[in-house]
């Protein structure tokens, strides 16, 4: 079944927007008593401030309870987009949820650019901003694009592979944002694009309070650097209800892993569709109930042919095969084909 968009006072939200839009950082009973005065709303009170807070995706509650503008706690991100046609000579940039923010900050005004006039949201559904002549990077398909954000201001331009960080750092950016998704996805449950939309802008606004720096520098696309999270997927709620049902278990952390294979391993987990914790568990469940032991394996002469020989067991132990046979020269036949 469909998840209805809730329903907002828009006139409402845009007023509370353009508040800390201007203002700054408000606390509810300041937001509120501005509101009042600026929506000429007397009988608003804190509580439907505070509700319209919690379902608007532009408003961003900080620690300290006050309210602020998503822009604001953007300020300084460089979100990528991996475009799919040629830009040269064109306005239009289609884009994509990896560049969610700045579609929905267009909704409620053009973004202004750096390099002069504006960028808006195009007369269509589609995700597409239209900007003057010459806004645009000459990218030819599968480039690499940058939009930052910064000072209230919109610049794009081609990023080069090499400014790209490492694994280690992307590996970072990508557990920040997949946990906080996750925390998100787990309230709201569903899986409609607008819940996706907000669970993805709500989760960037969160990680972008817990670590201020977090993508100032050109990294992957969110939709290519995190793994599912805006996809359907309804094996998550299980997966995670599944997991809650496990009352006895314990968790260790492991250091000093090489950073390949730790690559390897989260990209084998999400080639079987499971969380990296999932698979390391399955992969050591597996190991240890596959792996022999001194104990299980019988004949003993199988696994210790040094002493087969000592004793002239009739046995014949395992023999690790050289790549050619002694005798004939030939390559031996377990290693052929």
């Known amino acids: 079944m469909s998840s209805p968009m809730p329903e907002i006072d828009h006139p409402l939200h845009d007023t509370l927007v353009a508040l800390v839009r201007e203002h700054g950082p408000l606390d509810l009973r300041t937001l509120t008593h501005r509101a009042r005065v600026a929506a000429g709303r007397p009988d608003l009170d804190a509580s439907g401030v505070a509700a319209l807070v919690e379902t608007g995706t532009l408003l961003v509650v900080r620690p300290d309870g006050r309210i602020t503008y998503l822009g604001d706690v953007l300020d300084g991100i460089v979100l990528t987009h991996r475009v799919r046609g040629s830009l040269r000579g064109r306005t239009d940039l289609w884009l994509g949820r990896g560049v969610q923010p700045f579609l929905t900050m267009a909704v409620i005004a053009p973004l202004p650019l750096v390099s002069g006039g ?10 597409v901003l ?42 970072a950016v990508r557990r920040l944002l997949s946990e906080h998704c ?27 309070l817990e670590d201020p720096q977090l993508l100032s520098t050109p ?15 309804p094996r998550a709620h299980w997966r995670d209800t599944a997991a809650l049902r496990q009352f006895e278990s314990v968790g260790f952390y492991v250091d000093g892993m090489p950073v390949g ?40 002469e199988d696994w210790w042919p040094e002493e087969t020989s000592r004793t002239g067991s009739t046995v014949t132990p395992l023999r690790l095969a050289p790549d050619k046979d002694r005798a004939t020269g030939r390559p031996h036949p377990d290693q052929t084909g």
């Open 182 to 208: 996750r925390a998100e996805r787990w309230w709201k449950g569903d899986d409609e694009d607008w819940v996706r939309n907000a669970l993805l802008l709500e989760a960037l606004g969160r990680a972008r």
């Open 130 to 171: 239209l900007g003057p002549e010459g806004w645009l990077p000459p990218a030819e398909p599968g480039d690499l694009v940058a939009l930052r954000w910064s000072a209230g201001q919109l610049a794009v331009r081609l990023v080069d592979p090499a400014e790209l960080p490492g694994p280690a750092e992307e590996d």
């Open 118 to 127: 504006a960028a808006r949201l195009a007369e269509t559904d589609d995700p």
């Open 219 to 233: 990294h992957a696309p969110l939709d290519q650097l995190l793994y599912d999270p805006l996809s359907h997927d």
């Open 261 to 300: 294979l730790d690559r390897e391993l989260r990209h084998r987990a999400e080639r079987y569709g499971m969380t990296f914790d999932q698979f390391v568990i399955a992969l050591l469940g597996h190991l240890a109930w596959r792996t022999p032991f001194a104990e299980d394996l019988e004949p003993w």
